[in-house]
């Protein structure tokens, strides 16, 4: 079973610009669509982002599009997630995850079926 592992988060200043990074290990992915979703305590986890297998289709909620850029390396079986402009409200744990069953990019969580552990953004005014 493969292994999907975030990295890039940290504390960073209001405005301030972040990219995240999503290696997967044990097995490849670039078949699949990926997603980047984010959670704060208390709040269920919400939808960020999401690529296509290819790259070529890319979703955003609307939060973030215009701030945020998806994209991925297939042959690095890595997907990024670069974040600008960012806000106070954008902290939170960015999780990225795989969907092995559809070919659209999906917004509910419980359509993906592999998660990474997490990594905090923290956004300070």
């Known amino acids: 079973q493969g292994q999907l592992v975030e990295s890039g988060g940290g504390l960073v200043q209001v405005g301030g610009s972040v990219r995240l990074s999503c290696a997967a290990s044990g097995r490849t992915y670039s078949n699949y669509v990926w997603g980047w979703f984010r959670q704060t305590p208390g709040k269920e986890r919400e939808f960020v982002s999401g690529v296509s297998w290819s790259g070529a289709i890319t979703r955003y909620a609307d939060s973030v599009k215009g701030r945020f850029t998806i994209s991925r390396d297939n042959a690095k079986n890595t997907v990024f997630l670069s974040m600008n402009e960012l806000q106070p409200e954008d902290t939170a744990v960015y999780y990225c995850?795989?969907?092995?069953?559809?070919?659209?990019?999906?917004?509910?969580?419980?359509?993906?079926?592999?998660w990474g552990q997490g990594t905090q953004v923290t956004v300070s005014s």
């Open positions: 995850a795989v969907d092995r069953q559809r070919n659209y990019i999906s917004i509910a969580q419980g359509d993906y079926d592999y």
